[in-house]
Each structure stands twice: as structure tokens, then as C-alpha cells.
């Protein structure tokens, strides 16, 4: 089962330095439909104004991985950790028993980024959060772990959870095939170009929302970046 879910029909906010559009329910928009996608809770695109951004706040057990598509952005946290995330780049926090951060986009033009919250297999336990570059030519053709806490994954950011998160970039006409555990679900969305995905038909920030499938084969109907999230029931 693949449900397509068009970009226009996502719910979304405009507080003038950030417009956001919501995959799943969120702040102020509400859809008990759209609660959640296994163990993924929140997936928003978001376009953060130059010079602008999250001022300090709080988050407690919860996975947040930040996936950068244009710009950067500058995470600083109560434990001291400070790092600037660049275009294609990857950030996870572990929130955790607490942590407080902030998120700032202190570059001339506008960041665009993916938020992805995914529930922690536990409760509790330290704060923590790192990033890493992910070269696009690494994931050129073929999915590649950017995130995961799932047995065998090695060189990736590590979650506390049974769930990955996976990019790839295909130029047109080209391929990629993901496989996919029967029981699991999966949300994929391309963050530039379109895509068929077992033959429907995804464009640039539709999502799909995929369970039931063991097998994900993706055609690049242009140049195109996706990022697919693999998450336990």
C-alpha cells in the first residue's frame, strides 16, 4: 500500500520569518488521520527567513534528525554542543531526559530543511547530539543510511530507535531499489525532482506513506533527492 499525500493537501503555517508545511499533525494543525506513520511522529518542510530562527527551547524523548536542503543551520544546546549543518548534511538530537536548544539560520538567503521526529525506543537517558556530511556522490544511484539505530547500519548517526534514515540522488531515468521488512513502515519524500515509486507517481515534497510492501523500486522521472524513513509499528 502506497498513499500518496500531495504537497498542496499538507497542513502548514506562515509566521513570516518561517513557513512550514506539515506532513502529520502539528502545532496548530490537527488531523486525527494524520497522526503519525508508525514510529515516525513528525515530518516538516520548512523554509527558515535569513537570520532568523528557533529561539531556545525544550524537547524531552524524542529522536529529531534535521535534514539540510538548501543553506545551513546552527544548532547550540544547554550541554554545551555548537555545530553548523550544511545543504545535504545531516544533525540528530537525542533529546532524551531534557535538553534545551536552539536553531538559527545565520546565513544571507534562506535554509530549507526537513524535521524529522521519530519516538525513541525508551524513555529517558542523556541528552546528546552530533552531525555529519553526507557527500551526495556517496548516495549517487542507491539509498545509504544517514541515521539509524537498527543492528548492522555502521557509519551513520546513531538513533535510539528501531528506525532509519536513508538518502539517495538519482539523475533522471535512473533506479533505485530499497527492501523493505513486510511489518514495517516506511514514508518516503523527494526533496527535489519527481519520482515513481512502485508505480505511483510522487513530485517534488509529496509524501508517500508505504506499508505492506517488502520491495521499493523508484524511478527518477528527473534529477531528483530523496529521503526515505524506514520505522517500526
Given at each position: ?132 556530511p553526507f557527500p551526495a556522490g556517496e548516495r549517487s544511484g ?34 533505485a531499489r530499497y527492501t523493505l521488512d513486510k511489518q514495517r ?37 528527473e534529477d531528483t533527492e530523496l529521503v526515505l524513513v524506514d520505522?517500526?509499528?
Amino acid at each position: 500500500m502506497i498513499e500518496r499525500r500531495p504537497f498542496n493537501s499538507l497542513g502548514g503555517a506562515d509566521h513570516g520569518w518561517l513557513k512550514a508545511k506539515h506532513h502529520f499533525s502539528f502545532a496548530s494543525y490537527n488531523d486525527a488521520k494524520r497522526m503519525g506513520w508508525g514510529a515516525l511522529r513528525v515530518w516538516n518542510d520548512d523554509a527558515i527567513a535569513a537570520q532568523t530562527g528557533f529561539p531556545p527551547h525544550p524537547h524531552a524523548d524524542m529522536e529529531i534528525i534535521t535534514y539540510v536542503r538548501e543553506g545551513a543551520i546552527t544548532h547550540r544546546d544547554n550541554l554545551g554542543n555548537e555545530g553548523r549543518t550544511v545543504a545535504g548534511d545531516v544533525q540528530v538530537m537525542s533529546a532524551g531526559s531534557g535538553i534545551r536548544h536552539s536553531e538559527y539560520n545565520l546565513e544571507p538567503d534562506t535554509t530549507r530543511i526537513f524535521q524529522i521526529w521519530i519516538i525513541p525506543d525508551e524513555s529517558g537517558g542523556a541528552p546528546s547530539w552530533g552531525s555529519k556530511p553526507f557527500p551526495a556522490g556517496e548516495r549517487s544511484g542507491r539509498f545509504v543510511a544517514l541515521a539509524s539505530g537498527m543492528q548492522g547500519d555502521t557509519d551513520v548517526l546513531p538513533l535510539r530507535t528501531n528506525s532509519r534514515v536513508l538518502g539517495a540522488t538519482l539523475k533522471a531515468g535512473e533506479t533505485a531499489r530499497y527492501t523493505l521488512d513486510k511489518q514495517r513502515y516506511a514514508y518516503l519524500v523527494p526533496a527535489k525532482g519527481a519520482v515513481e515509486i512502485n508505480g505511483v507517481r510522487l513530485d517534488e515534497r509529496d509524501g508517500a506513506a508505504i506499508r505492506n510492501e517488502t520491495t521499493l523500486e523508484v524511478k527518477a522521472l528527473e534529477d531528483t533527492e530523496l529521503v526515505l524513513v524506514d520505522t517500526s509499528p
